[in-house]
């Protein structure tokens, strides 16, 4: 049974940093492509950033506009652990921020929600102005 867990979501004041950690087990982490999405209060939920196979040979990351420069994606095989860094986080990135699982087809990049499989239970990330 595959199982992601979401962990490292705060409340935290604006400029501040956070590093959320998603944790993978019942399956090999490196045959999936992964990302982070985000839903927040009233919104749809939205791809945050994406990252290739740990196991290619060329690993690819990709980020929404709204969190290039401030936001890191990485990954950790050998602990079969997602990864995301936020850094000068602002009000507008409150939300519930999900980690996913997926099979690398159309759309993992983006990364959009039907190009992932498994999902996690959501941390919650507050920022404060």
């Known amino acids: 049974q595959v199982q992601l867990v979401e962990s490292g979501g705060d409340s935290v004041q604006a400029e501040g940093s956070l590093r959320l950690s998603c944790v993978v087990s019942g399956t090999r982490y490196d045959n999936w492509c992964m990302a982070w999405f985000r839903q927040a209060p009233g919104k749809e939920r939205e791809g945050v950033a994406a990252?290739?196979?740990?196991?290619?040979?060329?690993?690819?990351?990709h980020y929404a506009d709204s969190v290039k420069g401030r936001f890191t994606i990485s990954q950790d095989k050998t602990k079969n652990t997602l990864f995301l860094l936020m850094n000068n986080l602002k009000p507008e990135d409150t939300a519930i921020f999900y980690c996913?699982?997926?099979?690398?087809?159309?759309?993992?990049?983006?990364?959009?929600?039907?190009?992932?499989?498994?999902w996690g239970q959501g941390t919650q990330v507050t920022v404060s102005s």
């Open positions: 990252i290739s196979r740990a196991g290619a040979t060329t690993v690819q990351k």
């Open positions: 996913a699982a997926g099979r690398c087809g159309v759309g993992w990049a983006l990364p959009t929600e039907t190009a992932y499989t498994y």
